[in-house]
């Protein structure tokens, strides 16, 4: 089973490229910075030696990068089981105070990085008629919070992207999954004066991302929404 999983050095990436390694699967990992990913390819294959692990340094935002990327590891791994779009970037304010080209880079990376990814894998999963592709969307995918602007506005986007592709996927075999996680311990909270117990630890959104992929062919666990006991922040 081969799996590719993009920002895959830090917080949800990171642990779902290990918990999926843990399962037995080979994973293709992805980061805009070249030593962090050499250091993550090598703290994976110290626990799990047998594992193939790719590492491509990839910047989403660009369009051309995005469908060189899959192109490459089409050449590589024509068979590819499972695409998660995780890669991506959090620019907080609001929509009338935010600087000028937020919104314009977080489309970039948040949106049409998976939108042409997504689009090179695909009809490669469509002619074997098998495939799953997991888009990380956000609890601001479902509701605005003060701050969100440009951020949820994109948000929203990645899981109409999401909701769409799961109906145009059906009649090919493909599964879709929306997860929708509440604040988590990654880098974007990296400095936040919060007890260790308010946000989730990344793992246990790995957790719940990993279980979804055991199912037959005949389920699909369409969204999957987890927020901290405590609730939102």
Same mark, same amino acid.
């Not at 003060?146 to 949820?152: L, W």
């Given at each position: 089973?081969?799996?590719?999983?993009?920002?895959?050095?830090?917080?949800?990436?990171?642990?779902?490229?290990?918990?999926?390694?843990?399962?037995?699967? +080979?994973? *293709? @990992?992805?980061?805009?910075? #070249?030593?962090? %990913?050499?250091?993550?390819?090598?703290?994976?294959?110290? !626990?799990? =030696?047998?594992?193939?692990?790719?590492?491509?340094?990839?910047?989403?935002?660009?369009?051309?990068?995005?469908?060189?990327?899959?192109?490459?590891?089409?050449?590589?791994?024509?068979?590819?089981?499972?695409?998660?779009?995780?890669?991506?970037?959090?620019?907080?304010?609001?929509?009338?105070?935010?600087? +000028?080209? *937020? @919104?314009?880079?977080?489309? #970039?990376?948040? %949106?049409?990085?998976?939108?042409?990814?997504?689009?090179? !894998?695909? =009809?490669?999963?469509?002619?074997?008629?098998?495939?799953?592709?997991?888009?990380?969307?956000?609890?601001?995918?479902?509701?605005?919070?003060?701050?969100?602007?440009?951020?949820?506005?994109?948000?929203?986007?990645?899981?109409?992207?999401?909701?769409?592709?799961?109906?145009?996927?059906?009649?090919?075999?493909?599964?879709?999954?929306?997860?929708?996680?509440?604040?988590?311990?990654?880098?974007?909270?990296?400095?936040?004066?919060?007890?260790?117990?308010?946000?989730?630890?990344?793992?246990?959104?790995?957790?719940?991302?990993?279980?979804?992929?055991?199912?037959?062919?005949?389920?699909?666990?369409?969204?999957?929404?987890?927020?901290?006991?405590?609730?939102?922040?």
């Amino acid at each position: 089973m081969k799996a590719v999983i993009t920002g895959s050095t830090k917080g949800i990436g990171r642990a779902v490229a290990f918990a999926l390694a843990k399962e037995g699967w +080979d994973v *293709a @990992l992805t980061s805009r910075h #070249a030593k962090e %990913l050499a250091q993550t390819r090598a703290d994976l294959l110290d !626990l799990y =030696p047998d594992r193939s692990c790719l590492v491509h340094t990839v910047d989403f935002g660009r369009k051309t990068d995005a469908i060189a990327y899959g192109r490459t590891l089409l050449g590589t791994w024509p068979d590819i089981d499972l695409l998660v779009n995780n890669a991506g970037i959090f620019l907080p304010g609001a929509v009338h105070e935010e600087p +000028d080209g *937020a @919104l314009e880079a977080m489309t #970039a990376v948040n %949106l049409f990085g998976p939108y042409h990814l997504t689009r090179t !894998l695909l =009809p490669a999963m469509i002619a074997r008629r098998s495939g799953h592709i997991i888009n990380m969307c956000s609890v601001a995918s479902r509701i605005a919070y003060p701050n969100g602007g440009a951020y949820t506005i994109v948000k929203f986007a990645l899981l109409g992207f999401s909701k769409s592709l799961r109906e145009e996927m059906k009649p090919h075999g493909i599964k879709v999954t929306s997860v929708m996680p509440g604040a988590t311990w990654s880098a974007s909270w990296a400095g936040a004066d919060f007890p260790a117990e308010r946000l989730m630890p990344p793992e246990d959104v790995a957790e719940a991302i990993v279980s979804a992929t055991r199912l037959g062919p005949s389920s699909v666990v369409e969204e999957i929404v987890i927020r901290p006991q405590l609730g939102d922040l």
